[in-house]
């Protein structure tokens, strides 16, 4: 890839909705904290926010991190350490917004993802392209069954589902933060960027 991409990922854990539809806020979970840190770090994320309201879930996060930065998981497994060192803890998600534009600018584009089948949604290419022409992207994901409402008042956009074969569409997160990246920081030479 020619130009170094402005891209932050940010997992909400509220405010997000469950089954039925209602705000609620979930747990933080170990396979996030590593599985996602992994690939945002794979494919040159700057910042990995994790976002939880919770006191207490965002200090079983530090532990976590911290067992891989500076305890004896640094030494056993220093990439892990260099993956985890990307995330960091936040309240809220204003919080986030308010740094982000800190370190990037105020034009910094918000994209939340969502499973819907939706019109208006952004395509990958056109996402894509707009990353590799130097604009700065944070890219958010919900827990439980998605983003609240509340969220997509806050987004410039919102990116066009994963769709599979069947009628099946629930992937974790971990997953679909995956796939995502890769569709959009992947490495496919200049052809797709057009």
């Given at each position: 890839?020619?130009?170094?991409?402005?891209?932050?990922?940010?997992?909400?854990?509220?405010?997000?909705?469950?089954?039925?539809?209602?705000?609620?806020?979930?747990?933080?979970?170990?396979?996030?904290?590593?599985?996602?840190?992994?690939?945002?770090?794979?494919?040159?994320?700057?910042?990995?926010?994790?976002?939880?309201?919770?006191?207490?879930?965002r200090?079983?996060?530090?532990?976590?991190?911290?067992?891989?930065?500076?305890?004896?998981?640094?030494?056993?497994?220093?990439?892990?350490?260099?993956?985890?060192?990307?995330?960091?803890?936040?309240?809220?998600?204003?919080?986030?917004?308010?740094?982000?534009?800190?370190?990037?600018?105020?034009?910094?584009?918000?994209?939340?993802?969502?499973?819907?089948?939706?019109?208006?949604?952004?395509?990958?290419?056109?996402?894509?392209?707009?990353?590799?022409?130097?604009?700065?992207?944070?890219?958010?994901f919900?827990?439980?069954?998605?983003?609240?409402?509340?969220?997509?008042?806050?987004?410039?956009?919102?990116?066009?589902?994963?769709?599979?074969?069947?009628?099946?569409?629930?992937?974790?997160?971990?997953?679909?933060?995956?796939?995502?990246?890769?569709?959009?920081?992947?490495?496919y030479?200049?052809?797709?960027?057009?």
């Open positions: 890839m020619s130009a170094c991409p402005q891209v932050d990922v940010a997992l909400l854990h509220a405010p997000v909705v469950n089954r039925r539809g209602e705000v609620i806020g979930s747990a933080v979970t170990n396979l996030d904290l590593h599985d996602i840190a992994r690939a945002c770090r794979t494919f040159g994320v700057d910042t990995y926010w994790v976002v939880t309201p919770y006191a207490r879930q200090e079983l996060s530090r532990q976590i991190i911290s067992h891989w930065l500076d305890g004896h998981g640094k030494t056993a497994n220093p990439d892990r350490g260099d993956a985890l060192s990307l995330i960091r803890l936040r309240s809220e998600l204003t919080e986030v917004l308010v740094e982000t534009r800190q370190k990037w600018g105020p034009d910094v584009q918000v994209v939340a993802t969502c499973a819907d089948r939706a019109s208006e949604r952004m395509s990958y290419p056109y996402l894509r392209k707009r990353i590799f022409s130097g604009q700065p992207i944070l890219l958010l919900g827990t439980g069954w998605g983003l609240a409402p509340e969220v997509f008042t806050l987004v410039d956009a919102t990116l066009s589902p994963i769709l599979g074969s069947g009628g099946y569409n629930h992937l974790s997160v971990r997953s679909a933060v995956s796939i995502i990246l890769d569709r959009v920081l992947g490495e030479g200049d052809d797709i960027r057009k």
